[in-house]
């Protein structure tokens, strides 16, 4: 057990901190605590992206599919076995880290570049949405059902807040268990591997890295934390759909979110969620219906002039008038932290 | 029990939608073959072309003058977007450029979808008025036969461009070897924006092509989208026969598991298929 840098944590924990106190401004105002859910939901979708694709140059689109395996998975594993969504949830996740894990694993083996792996992805992520809507009998086809599992309102009662409430620190809670445990991976054996794999594979293998071993992991990892978040993410809507797991819905955005927010950054998926959903209310205000467009004209932008996004831009000012020395990578992994 | 004339029937229909598979793959791999780029966005202009037609009919023109118009409407947009996002695009190499032109042309396509389906969300069709034609005792779908031949005309005309004209030997020389293109006085900047609007007015053709026989709305583009890659992935994706036969195989199947086993499995099948050659020959397009 290596110990984590103390300034990732810190930021991790003040990150922590302003998002608790987010809904106490806006108590009692349903739409507000919506959004917030939203929000940490998007968050972690993107820190599961930025394990695979930001540390392992995989580039998953399928990320709505996986998302949709550990959604509707935790459903049908419910009314199939009668037992609680608790007990279901991790299952299905499973099978989405395994599904992922397979991905990276054929991928790995016969040395897919990255246009491979997300033409490969993308194509099952078509599959998987045929088969949501086609298999009617069991997924409701494109009407869906209503999603009304993990029963919050005893938690509810219990702590005396309201049940979206509940879910708000809850999820919230277990953004924060990603984060570290993303700080933990990066500055890990892990972490170090990675960035071996991604400067020069075959250099890396040469040295004795297991370029598949640790591909997979990540891919495992990443598919893993989708299938997970995916329930969460029908919990919010609370109601499952084929079309909210479709590519357009869920990849795109997560896609956006890590760019603005920065790839390779530890609060780069919660920044850039907090900036995109904050546009995505903005605008769903008052151009509801150029939404989409404006989220292309977006995603064209900032892969043609902002690919480093907003963490390392401001850490770089920040450097610049001496207010923090180092956020980044630049420094030892293994630096005590005191 | 299906009579034979049932099983001709569904063949034409399935060469027809084979010829528009095979317009939409030669697209792809035009640019993706002359340009490292894979041009996401190719079903966003079958799905212009055939709204401009659309509105060209509703002026009161004539069906051939209003695709006529919607073609050259369309290529003028490539001639833009090649000017300007694309000449960014190529400013990088490799890897770099491959992933910068997905990223691009997946914005662009859902930039043109959201904004396009403000003014145009109905689905649209142009009207063919041909019927059913007899042809030995099966009766074929007439708009098939219409499609057949003049996707059949537009990749004759295609392929004795590039076979038979100056600038078509020079693209081909842009193809294998840039740098002995170069060499000869070939400008490849300038034989890229001339292949990219070429394909777009093959896109643009597809998607008329395919108006004549369904409906097609402004969410039809991705999919298309995903039609053009899946064919040019299992005709190898730097091989224009490749992608005409691909899609000729491709169309014939699915229309016959769409005959026998439903849409969505037949959709699912397409998928497959794609999913399983990259599996078994990643080199295709490496």
């Known amino acids: 057990m290596i110990a984590l840098p103390r300034d990732e944590v810190r930021n991790v924990g003040l990150a922590a901190v302003l998002l608790a106190l987010a809904p106490l401004p806006v108590l009692g105002s349903s739409y507000y605590q919506t959004v917030l859910v939203h929000l940490l939901v998007v968050a972690m979708f993107a820190v599961a992206l930025n394990v695979v694709f930001g540390q392992t140059d995989q580039l998953f689109l399928f990320m709505g599919g996986l998302a949709g395996i550990g959604a509707y998975g935790t459903a049908l594993l419910t009314d199939w076995l009668g037992i609680t969504a608790w007990l279901t949830l991790p299952i299905a996740a499973l099978f989405a880290g395994l599904v992922g894990l397979s991905v990276s694993w054929i991928a790995a083996k016969r040395k897919f570049t990255v246009v491979l792996i997300s033409i490969l992805t993308l194509n099952l992520q078509l599959v998987i949405s045929e088969v949501l809507v086609g298999a009617r009998d069991v997924t409701g086809g494109s009407t869906g059902f209503a999603y009304t599992y993990f029963s919050m309102s005893e938690i509810a009662e219990a702590v005396g807040l309201g049940e979206k409430l509940v879910l708000y620190y809850l999820s919230l809670l277990l953004l924060v268990c990603l984060l570290l445990a993303y700080v933990w991976l990066v500055h890990s054996n892990y972490g170090v591997a990675f960035q071996a794999i991604r400067e020069d594979e075959t250099a890396a293998a040469s040295i004795g890295v297991d370029v598949v071993h640790y591909k997979v992991v990540a891919g495992f990892v990443s598919a893993f934390v989708f299938g997970l978040v995916g329930a969460f993410y029908a919990l919010e809507a609370g109601y499952i759909l084929p079309s909210a797991f479709a590519f357009q819905t869920v990849d795109v955005l997560v896609l956006i979110v890590l760019i603005v927010g920065g790839l390779r950054t530890t609060l780069g998926p919660v920044v850039g969620a907090g900036i995109v959903v904050a546009i995505e209310e903005i605008l769903g205000a008052t151009l509801t219906n150029w939404r989409t467009a404006i989220f292309g004209a977006l995603l064209v932008f900032l892969f043609l002039y902002f690919r480093s996004g907003v963490i390392p831009a401001v850490d770089d000012r920040l450097a610049g008038i001496g207010v923090m020395s180092d956020e980044r990578d630049d420094k030892p992994d293994d630096e005590p932290a005191g | ?286």
């Open chain 2, 1 to 286: 029990m299906v009579t034979i004339g049932t099983m001709v029937a569904v063949a034409v229909d399935g060469i027809a939608f084979g010829v528009f598979l095979a317009l939409l793959g030669v697209g792809i791999t035009l640019v993706f073959g002359l340009g490292d780029v894979l041009n996401l966005a190719i079903g966003a202009f079958s799905v212009l072309a055939v709204i401009f037609a659309t509105v060209m009919l509703g002026r009161g023109q004539g069906l051939v003058v209003a695709i006529l118009v919607a073609l050259v409407a369309v290529t003028a947009l490539g001639l833009l977007i090649d000017r300007t996002l694309l000449s960014l695009v190529y400013r990088s190499e490799g890897e770099e450029r491959i992933l910068l032109g997905i990223f691009t042309t997946l914005g662009l396509v859902i930039f043109i979808d959201g904004a396009v389906s403000n003014f145009y969300p109905a689905r649209y069709t142009l009207p063919l008025d041909v019927g059913v034609v007899p042809v030995g005792g099966a009766a074929v779908t007439g708009s098939s036969l219409v499609i057949i031949a003049v996707g059949v005309a537009m990749l004759l005309v295609l392929f004795a461009f590039l076979r038979r004209t100056f600038v078509g030997k020079a693209t081909r020389t842009v193809f294998q070897d840039e740098r002995g293109a170069q060499l000869v006085g070939v400008n490849p900047r300038r034989i890229r924006t001339l292949i990219f609007v070429l394909s777009i007015a093959v896109a643009g053709l597809a998607g008329i092509v395919f108006a004549f026989g369904s409906n097609v709305s402004v969410a039809s583009g991705f999919q298309f989208t995903v039609y053009a890659l899946i064919v040019s992935i299992v005709g190898g994706v730097r091989s224009l026969t490749g992608a005409i036969g691909a899609g000729l195989l491709l169309g014939i199947v699915n229309e016959f598991a769409n005959f026998f086993v439903g849409s969505y499995v037949a959709m699912i099948i397409l998928f497959g298929t794609a999913i399983v050659v990259l599996v078994a020959k990643p080199e295709v397009i490496s």
